[in-house]
C-alpha cells in the first residue's frame, strides 16, 4: 500500500492507470460494435442460417438475401490490389529509404503523404474519368487479345468491373505501403548496413539482403494496414465496380462489395429483414477482415520461422 | 454550532439550486416562444424544392423553423414510424404494412411531381428515340440485346440504328427514382412484375449500377451504346438528350413540366382517399407515363398544438403559394383537382 502510494506520488500509476483506460476502450469499442452487428442481424441469422454466406440471390423485393457475391467481389478486388500495390510499393520504399538521395526521398516522402490525405471520392472520381475509359479502350481489348485464353481476362470490356475497382485500390494503398515501409527501412541500425557494405555487397545487395529483411515485420504491417484500407474501401470502389452482385470468373466483368452495398442500400432500406440483411453483411465483412489477417500473420509465421527480425 | 452551520448550508445550496432552475426553465420557455422548431426527415429527390419552402416560409414565419434531413425514403419511413420527427418524406407511398405499424394513422400529402427519363449514348445518333413500353421492358429484362432489335426499329424508322449490344445502366443506391422507374416496367410488363417487382431497390437481370443520378449519367455519357434512367429535373439541369415513351393513349410524349402535371390529373380521377396511388403509365394523351408524386407523411394525431398549427399552416402555404416556386426548379406542380383534395384531407390532421 505505502509502495502504491509512492508510486501513485512519482504518477506511475496515474499514467498506468490512464493508458490502460485508452487501451481498453479500444476493445469495449470493437465489442461493442461486435455486438451490436450481432444483434441487429438477428432476423436474417434466424431465417437463412448458413444459406446467407453460400447464396448468389440478393433481391430486396422477395427478400432473399446471400452475400455471396458481395464476399467474392471485396476479396477479389483486394488481393487484386495486393497483387498490383504491394511490388509497387515496397519497391518505391527500397528505392526512397537506400537509393535515392536524402533529399529527393524526404521530398518525395512528403508528396506520398499528402496523397494518403485525398480523400476516396475523389480517387473513385478520377477513375471514372481518366481510369474507365483507358481500361475500356486500351488495357482490356490489349489483355484479352493477349492473355485471352485465360478466363480472367475474357468478356466485354464495360471499363467498370474488378480489374479497374483492383487498380484504384491499388493506387490508394500505396501512401500507406510507401510511407510506413520507408519509415521501417530508415530505422534499421546503421552498423547492420555498414557490416555489409564491409563484406563487400554492393549498395542493392546491402539493401535487398540486408536492410529489407530486418525491416520485414514493419513492412509486413504495412501490408495488413494496405489491406484492411482495401477491404472496407467504398466510395471508390461503388464508383468504379459496376454494383452488380454476380459471381463472374472474369476480372473485366462488373461486381460488388460488401461496404459498397451498404452504402447504397441502407439509407433507403424498409422492412426490418431487409436492414437485418445489411447489418449481417456488416457482421461478414468483420468475419473476412479477422480471417483474412489470422492468414497474413500465419503466413509471416511460416516465413519467419516466428523471428520478428 | 455545528449543526445549525450545516442546516444553514443546506438551505443556501438548496435556495441557490432553486433560483438556478428556475432560471433555466425561464430561459428555456423564453427560447421556445421564440421559434418554434419542426422536424422532418426523407425523400432526397424533393430535396431542393422542400428547403426552398422550408426557407421562404420561415421568412414569412420567423417564429418558425421546419429543419429537414435527405436521408432518403426510408429513413423518412423508419422515423415517421418511430415517432422521431415530426413529418416524413417518402418518393414511393407506404406498404399497408408499414401502415399498421405505425402507432397514430400516418396520412400521406403529395407535394410535387418528378418524373424518369431514358437517356442513352448511341456513336451516331443524335435524334431523339421513341420508346415502347415493350421495348424498355424488354431491354431491362435482358431480352433485347441489340440497339438494332426489331422493336426499338419499329418505333425509330428514321434512325439508323447499330447492330451493337445495349449496356443497361441502373442506379446501384436505393431510390425514388428507381422505384418510379420498375414501378412502370412492373405495369407495362407482366413479367418485370413476377420476376423482377418493385421495390427502392431490385435485383436487375442485367445491367451496370451507378451511384446517384450523376453516377448514372456518368457511366452512359462514358460508355457507347448505352441506355439508363434519370430523373428528369437532373437531365434537364444538366442539358442532357433523352428519349420519348409511348403512354397508355399511344402517343409518344417527352417529358417536360406540363407533360407531367397532366399524368397527374389523368390520375386525380381516381385517386383514392389517401392519395397513395401510383400514377405511372397514367391515361391522357398528353400523359408522361413514367411520373410519380412524392409524398410528405404526417400523423393524424399531433398532441403538441402548436406543432400541429405549424404543420397545417405550412401545408395549407405549400397548396398555394408553395406551388408556385416549383418549376422554377423543374418540379411539376400539382394538378388543381389534386389540390383541392388535399385542402379538404388537411381536416384530418388532429
Same mark, same amino acid.
Given at each position: ?94 528505392? $526512397? ?101 564491409? $563484406? ?100 509471416? $509465421? ?8 | ?350
Amino acid at each position: 500500500m505505502q509502495k502504491f502510494a509512492r508510486r501513485l506520488k512519482q504518477g506511475d500509476e496515474v499514467a498506468y492507470l490512464i493508458t490502460f483506460i485508452f487501451a481498453a476502450s479500444i476493445i469495449v469499442i470493437t465489442a461493442l460494435l461486435v455486438y451490436e452487428l450481432y444483434t441487429g442481424s438477428a432476423l436474417t441469422r434466424e431465417r437463412f442460417g448458413l444459406r446467407f454466406l453460400t447464396s448468389s440471390t440478393w433481391d430486396p423485393v422477395a427478400l432473399d438475401f446471400g452475400a455471396l457475391p458481395f464476399v467474392y467481389g471485396t476479396v477479389v478486388t483486394s488481393i487484386l490490389a495486393l497483387l498490383i500495390g504491394v511490388p509497387l510499393g515496397v519497391g518505391a520504399a527500397i528505392f $526512397l529509404s537506400e537509393l535515392a538521395p536524402p533529399r529527393i526521398s524526404d521530398g518525395l516522402a512528403f508528396l506520398i503523404e499528402l496523397l494518403a490525405a485525398v480523400p476516396s471520392v475523389i480517387y473513385g472520381l478520377l477513375a471514372i474519368f481518366t481510369l474507365v475509359p483507358l481500361m475500356r479502350e486500351y488495357i482490356m481489348p490489349f489483355l484479352e487479345s493477349t492473355l485471352g485464353f485465360i478466363p480472367l481476362f475474357q468478356g466485354p470490356a464495360y471499363g467498370v468491373g474488378m480489374l479497374t475497382a483492383g487498380v484504384i485500390l491499388a493506387i490508394m494503398i500505396l501512401p500507406f505501403l510507401i510511407s510506413i515501409s520507408r519509415e521501417v527501412l530508415l530505422a534499421v541500425p546503421r552498423e547492420q548496413r555498414e557490416a555489409a557494405l564491409a $563484406l563487400g555487397a554492393t549498395r542493392w545487395e546491402m539493401a535487398w539482403h540486408v536492410a529489407v529483411p530486418y525491416a520485414r515485420a514493419g513492412i509486413f504491417g504495412s501490408i495488413f494496414l494496405a489491406l484492411a484500407r482495401a477491404l472496407g474501401e467504398t466510395m471508390a470502389v461503388t464508383m468504379v465496380i459496376g454494383n452488380d452482385p454476380k459471381i463472374n470468373a472474369s476480372l473485366f466483368a462488373p461486381s460488388y462489395s460488401i461496404a459498397a452495398v451498404i452504402a447504397n442500400e441502407f439509407s433507403e432500406a424498409t422492412g426490418n429483414l431487409y436492414i437485418s440483411a445489411l447489418i449481417e453483411l456488416g457482421l461478414v465483412l468483420f468475419g473476412i477482415t479477422i480471417i483474412v489477417n489470422a492468414i497474413a500473420r500465419l503466413l509471416i $509465421l511460416a516465413t519467419t520461422g516466428g523471428r520478428t527480425h | 454550532m455545528n449543526a445549525p452551520g450545516g442546516v444553514w448550508m443546506r438551505r443556501m445550496i438548496a435556495s441557490l439550486l432553486v433560483v438556478l432552475f428556475s432560471a433555466a426553465s425561464l430561459n428555456f420557455v423564453a427560447l421556445a416562444a421564440d421559434t418554434l422548431t419542426v422536424t422532418g426527415a426523407g425523400a432526397t429527390f424533393p430535396y431542393p424544392i422542400y428547403s426552398k419552402w422550408f426557407n421562404e416560409y420561415h421568412k414569412l414565419h420567423p417564429e418558425i423553423q421546419i429543419n429537414y434531413q435527405s436521408i432518403g425514403s426510408g429513413g423518412g419511413i423508419r422515423q415517421v414510424l418511430e415517432g422521431t420527427v415530426d413529418f416524413g418524406a417518402t418518393d414511393g407511398p407506404m406498404t399497408d404494412e408499414q401502415l399498421q405499424q405505425a402507432k397514430t394513422k400516418i396520412l400521406h400529402f403529395p407535394t410535387v411531381l418528378g418524373a424518369d427519363v431514358p437517356t442513352y449514348n448511341i456513336p451516331g445518333v443524335t435524334q431523339e428515340l421513341n420508346f415502347t413500353p415493350e421495348a424498355l421492358a424488354g431491354i431491362f429484362l435482358g431480352k433485347i440485346t441489340k440497339w438494332s432489335d426489331p422493336e426499338l426499329k419499329k418505333a425509330n424508322p428514321n434512325v439508323n440504328l447499330p447492330d451493337k449490344n445495349i449496356i443497361v445502366v441502373h442506379r446501384s443506391d436505393g431510390s425514388g427514382t428507381t422505384y418510379v422507374w420498375v414501378d412502370y416496367l412492373a405495369k407495362v410488363s407482366p413479367e418485370w412484375k413476377t420476376k423482377v417487382g418493385v421495390n427502392t431497390s431490385v435485383n436487375w437481370p442485367v445491367g451496370l449500377g451507378g451511384k446517384g443520378n450523376e453516377g448514372v449519367a456518368g457511366l452512359v455519357k462514358q460508355t457507347p451504346n448505352s441506355l439508363g434512367y434519370v430523373e428528369l429535373v437532373y437531365a434537364v439541369q444538366n442539358k442532357m438528350a433523352y428519349g420519348r415513351v409511348r403512354n397508355s393513349a399511344g402517343a409518344f410524349v417527352k417529358a417536360d413540366l406540363a407533360s407531367v402535371t397532366a399524368a397527374a390529373s389523368g390520375a386525380a380521377k381516381q385517386m383514392p382517399a389517401d392519395f397513395r396511388v401510383s400514377i405511372t403509365n397514367a391515361a391522357g394523351k398528353d400523359a408522361y407515363p413514367i411520373s410519380s408524386f412524392t409524398w410528405l407523411l404526417v400523423p393524424s394525431k399531433i398532441t403538441d398544438p402548436a406543432k400541429k398549427k405549424a404543420i397545417k399552416d405550412f401545408l395549407q402555404w405549400m397548396l398555394a403559394d408553395g406551388q408556385n416556386m416549383v418549376e422554377a426548379l423543374s418540379y411539376a406542380r400539382l394538378p388543381k383537382e389534386v389540390v383541392a383534395m388535399e385542402q379538404k384531407a388537411l381536416a384530418q390532421v388532429q
